[in-house]
Nanobody, 115 residues
Framework: QVQLVESGGGLVQPGGSLRLSCAAS????????MGWYRQAPANQRELVAA???????NYADSVKGRFTITRDNAKNTVYLQMNSLKPEDTAVYYC?????????WGQGTQVTVSS
């Protein structure tokens, strides 16, 4: 079993920055992908960014150039640095770990971008 604990959400003004963290614990394999998804009210959950254990990353077009995903394999932690935030980035952000065909979710953290 795998547990994921997110932190770092909050309220920020447009143009501001936030950094999300997600710490994984439990039965974590050496090869996995960790990522961030988000879900706004009335919308489907969508991929924001993901990074493999080999540090290969991909991003949604809507966040390219503004968000950066990184990971610390020694700490089993993934980070999402979010810059130049826009109101449309407002959502609950979920951490996900995928390994060996299994997927695990965190509980989510709210990000609100508003003046």
């Amino acid at each position: 079993q795998v547990q994921l604990v997110e932190s770092g959400g909050g309220l920020v003004q447009p143009g501001g920055s936030l950094r999300l963290s997600c710490a994984a614990s439990g039965s974590i394999g050496a090869i996995n992908t960790m990522g961030w998804y988000r879900q706004a009210p009335a919308n489907q959950r969508e991929l924001v960014a993901a990074v493999t254990s080999g540090s290969s990353a991909n991003y949604a077009d809507s966040v390219k150039g503004r968000f950066t995903i990184t990971r610390d394999n020694a700490k089993n932690t993934v980070y999402l640095q979010m810059n130049s935030l826009k109101p449309e980035d407002t959502a609950v952000y979920y951490c996900r770990l995928r390994q060996q065909g299994w997927g695990f979710w965190g509980q989510g953290t709210q990000v609100t971008v508003s003046s």
